[in-house]
Nanobody, 114 residues
Framework: QVQLVESGGGLVQPGGSLRLSCAASGSIFSINAMGWYRQAPGKKRELVAVITTITNYADSVKGRFTIFRDSTKKNVYLQMNSLKPEDTAVYYC??????????WGQGTQVTVSS
């Protein structure tokens, strides 16, 4: 089974930056996609960014956020620049394996406030 461990969340001022990290561990598996989702209070969980052989982003974060993986393909990162208060949410790492099953991290809180 796969476990995902997230880190890097915290409190940052508007216009600031954070980098979220997600480390996958467990048995060797085929990764179809890794991504980041977020959920703010009272709102549905939404896709922020996903990476396969290409990357895709929500319109709200295009030009500000970057998703990337290291050479092992078992670590995924979300570089967040020019953060806005509306980016405040719990951010979740997601990994979809070859079977189609989704694994989720525990979530990390990102708060953007002055």
């Amino acid at each position: 089974q796969v476990q995902l461990v997230e880190s890097g969340g915290g409190l940052v001022q508007p216009g600031g930056s954070l980098r979220l990290s997600c480390a996958a561990s467990g048995s060797i598996f085929s990764i179809n996609a890794m991504g980041w989702y977020r959920q703010a209070p009272g709102k549905k969980r939404e896709l922020v960014a996903v990476i396969t052989t290409i990357t895709n982003y929500a319109d709200s974060v295009k030009g500000r956020f970057t998703i990337f993986r290291d050479s092992t393909k078992k670590n995924v990162y979300l570089q967040m620049n020019s953060l806005k208060p509306e980016d405040t949410a719990v951010y979740y790492c997601n990994c979809r394996v070859d079977s189609g099953y989704d694994y989720w991290g525990q979530g990390t809180q990102v708060t953007v406030s002055s």
